[in-house]
């Protein structure tokens, strides 16, 4: 009977010995495949989190390398990434870093791009990083600790008790003239009626006046049109005179003109000038007040 567990036992150990043999075997022959039919790329982050060597990369969701190395440096983390040799990138794949389970495990997920000239794999090119769920964690804890002081805040200013006094004085405020309206717009309710009423009976009325007499109302604003147009002209015969009168009463002052020695004194040279003085300012007024000299009546009735 002994023997016969001693058996047993030995055919088990035997069994479950050649089955590790067989999963080391395969996974040592991954990666032996891996190493000598593999392509090395280069990715720098500014933060890894949790990555580690040996960490699974992934190409559209389909595993296909591993990193295998990680480097600090002065800009970042430099991952090295090994690839197998069948995966075609673009120049515009992306690199990132995502989370992938609930205790912080990470992974490189990459998209191999669209663009029509291939990747460079001598190139190091930024890569992404995504939140997982400890970052997340860690920064609920921070929006936490602001809310908290947000609240406290709050309650030593806007809900302090002399400010909640203020707001309920300011709602009984409101009620009482919302109440106050309301009683006045009730009482008054039939003056408002008449008050709309006669509001459009006026604007009826206005509206006939204005039909009945559009025709005069257009001859009055072409009389007036005219009308300024003449004090237009007016104000410029005006100007004119003035000028023709200064420059003979300048051509009286000159020594040597013929007029000179027909005037014996400064008589006429002095009430040339007044004229075009009071001439400037007659311009001067019928420019500034042209009321003064229209006398314009438009009849509507």
């Known amino acids: 009977m002994a023997t ?63 990193v295998n190395d990680l480097t600090l440096t002065p800009l970042g983390v430099v991952v090295e990434l090994q690839l197998y040799r069948d995966v075609t990138l ?17 992974f490189i997920a990459i998209k191999p791009g669209i663009d029509s000239l291939p990747y460079d794999t001598s190139l190091i090119v930024d890569g992404g990083y995504d939140s997982g769920i400890p ?33 309920d004085r300011t709602v009984s405020n409101f009620e009482s003239v919302s109440a106050s309206l309301a009683d006045y717009l009730d009482r008054n309710e039939d003056r408002f009626d008449s008050t709309a009423e006669n509001f459009l009976g006026t604007s009826r009325r206005l509206n006939e006046l204005v039909a009945r007499n559009e025709a005069g109302i257009d001859s009055s ?52 000038r007044r004229t075009a003085d009071n001439l400037d300012d007659l311009i001067t007024d019928v420019r500034a007040n042209p009321r003064k000299y229209i006398n314009l009546k438009v009849e509507l009735f």
């Open 90 to 106: 673009k120049r515009d794949a992306t690199f990132t870093i995502k989370n992938l389970g609930v205790m912080g495990e990470r």
């Open 135 to 167: 970052e997340v964690m860690g920064h609920m804890g921070d929006m936490i600790r602001e809310l908290r002081d947000l609240v406290f805040t709050l309650k030593r200013s806007v809900a302090s008790d002399s400010a909640l006094a203020k707001f």
């Open 221 to 272: 604003v072409n009389r007036m049109d005219r009308m300024s147009h003449n004090m237009e002209l007016f104000v410029v015969q005006l100007d004119s005179i003035a000028v023709s009168a200064r420059n003979f009463a300048d051509a009286l002052e000159n020594e040597d003109g013929t007029l000179q020695l027909l005037i014996e004194d400064r008589r006429l040279y002095d009430d040339l």
């Open 4 to 66: 016969g567990n001693n058996i047993e036992f030995r055919v088990g150990l035997i069994v479950l010995l050649a089955a590790i043999l067989a999963v080391v075997s395969l996974y040592w022959l991954q990666g032996y495949r891996l190493k000598y039919n593999s392509q090395l790329i280069e990715v720098r982050f500014d933060d890894v989190g949790t990555l580690a060597v040996g960490d699974k990369v992934t190409v559209s969701g389909v595993r296909k390398g591993k």
